[in-house]
């Protein structure tokens, strides 16, 4: 079992950086693909970012390209999400998600890819 614990979220103006962390439990971290998700009120959940096992290839949804940057230290178990330029449309619970299939060919923007979630942390931008 897998567990993923999120970090870092908080209340922050309109052009402020957040950084997001999620510490995993896994003892096969560096071959999980990671990713980040969010879900705002009466929203679905929507992917946000997602990073490779392999090559640390990265992948981004349209909304936050340019803006948030994920990254990963395979030697901390960690996952990390980078939030700069924030604004309020990026206020939502913030997920990080694992998929341990290291040759999975799925998609990495889809939800159903990601086997282990964590509990969310919320992230508020005012205006």
């Keep these: 079992q897998v567990q993923l ?53 990265t992948y981004y949804a ?9 990254s990963r230290d395979n030697a901390k178990n960690t996952v990390y999400l980078q939030m700069n330029s924030l604004k309020p449309e990026d206020t939502a619970v913030y997920y990080c998600a694992a998929d341990p299939r290291r040759y999975y060919s799925g998609s990495y923007y889809s939800r159903t890819r990601y086997t282990y979630w964590g509990q969310g942390t919320q992230v508020t931008v005012s205006s």
């Design 5 to 57: 614990v999120e970090s870092g979220g908080g209340l922050v103006q309109a052009g402020g950086s957040l950084r997001l962390s999620c510490a995993t439990s896994g003892r096969t971290f560096s071959s999980y693909v990671m990713g980040w998700f969010r879900q705002a009120p009466g929203k679905e959940r929507e992917f946000v970012a997602a990073i490779s096992w392999s090559d640390g290839s």
């Design 62 to 70: 349209d909304s936050v390209k340019g803006r948030f940057t994920i």
